[in-house]
């Protein structure tokens, strides 16, 4: 949340918490409780019809996962470091 309120003028965080269908509750308990004023999409692991696209696609298998994109769509950074994010975003400047 202190990344996000730091970064939020010059980015937009996008959360895709990988969950299973008996925990989206919690999921969304948690999201209240902390306060996460950015998008989340949830990416459901065990529903069969509701494949995580987002996990699969970005081929993400460690949790937490960072990926900074540009405007064009392009990875800028991908890394399990918060920091390696700030750094990035400050050599961008």
Known sequence: KEFSNKHDAVIKIIGFPY???????????????????????????????????????????????????NSKGEILARTSEISEIEKKLSDQK
């Not at 919690?26 to 950015?38: D, E, P």
């Open 19 to 69: 969950e299973s269908t008996r925990d989206i509750g919690k999921t969304k308990s948690l999201v209240n409780k902390f306060g996460m004023n950015w998008q989340e999409i949830i990416q459901l692991r065990d529903a069969p019809f509701d494949k995580p696209d987002v996990v699969k696609n970005l081929r993400i298998d460690a949790f937490p996962t960072y990926i900074l994109l």
